[in-house]
């Protein structure tokens, strides 16, 4: 499996933007690039995901480097509930049924 | 519903008892899985079923035995655990496996093997 690098942890302020950043520079044309977080004591959730394009939901946007060597998750306006474990995570034909968890990003959130 | 459930929320158990997860989907998702998760590390994943027939074992001791009754309920058998078994134990779903497909996640047991 392709594999990300994630930032440890970051930290930001209640209602500010939020960029999370991933690089996967082994990517290749197959792999989609999809975010999860993990809220504390809960199980992870999925975020988002994409290709090639970048994608917006009600959650967060994403944006992928035209090369797709990287990703950007963008959280509009961060809120205490934001604070979480992000992962950034590929997906390939190969091995579609699994989710590889790396470290992720600890973000925390000031009021 | 979109909401994958788990039962217990906490177990203890002895390293010489047999004890049983339960994970219940009513999404009509055909893939289901197991992860592991130690503390302060990411999700690791156990055992993949999809169509209830299991198409994935990452490796897992014998100790654990999955089982998929039907496409809604997966159970993990525990049998002879050692104390380092001790993690939180994940259930996720899926419509059917592919590269784009979303995992819904339970809350997850957390395990204590003492």
């Known amino acids: 499996d392709a594999k990300t690098t994630q930032p440890n942890s970051m930290e930001s302020n209640e209602e500010e933007p939020v960029h999370l950043p991933c690089n996967h520079s082994?990517?290749?044309?197959?792999?989609?690039i999809h975010w999860y977080r993990q809220l504390p004591s809960q199980g992870p959730e999925y975020v988002i995901h994409?290709?090639?394009s970048n994608v917006n939901n009600r959650m967060a946007s994403l944006a992928i480097a035209e090369d797709r060597k990287s990703s950007t998750l963008i959280l509009h306006r961060a809120t205490l509930r934001d604070a979480a474990v992000y992962y950034c995570?590929?997906?390939?034909?190969?091995?579609?049924?699994?989710?590889?968890f790396g470290q992720g990003t600890r973000l925390t959130i000031n009021p | 519903d979109t909401e994958v459930t788990q039962t217990p929320k906490h177990l203890v158990m002895g390293m010489t008892n047999k004890k049983s997860l339960k994970c219940e989907q009513h999404?009509?998702?055909?893939?289901m899985y197991w992860y592991k998760q130690k503390a302060k590390k990411p999700p690791e994943l156990m055992f993949v079923y999809s169509y209830e027939k299991l198409s994935i074992n990452e490796s897992v001791p014998s100790r654990f035995s999955p089982e998929c009754p039907n496409s809604s309920l997966l159970n993990l058998h525990l049998h002879a655990l050692q104390p380092e078994d001790s993690a939180l134990y994940l259930c996720?779903?899926?419509?059917?496996?592919?590269?784009?497909?979303?995992?819904?996640f339970g809350p997850g047991t957390r395990l204590t093997v003492t």
């Open positions: 082994t990517i290749s044309g197959t792999d989609y």
């Open positions: 996720a779903s899926s419509q059917i496996e592919g590269a784009f497909s979303e995992q819904y």
């Open positions: 995570i590929l997906r390939g034909p190969q091995g579609a049924q699994k989710l590889v």
């Open positions: 999404m009509g998702h055909r893939a």
């Open positions: 994409g290709l090639t």
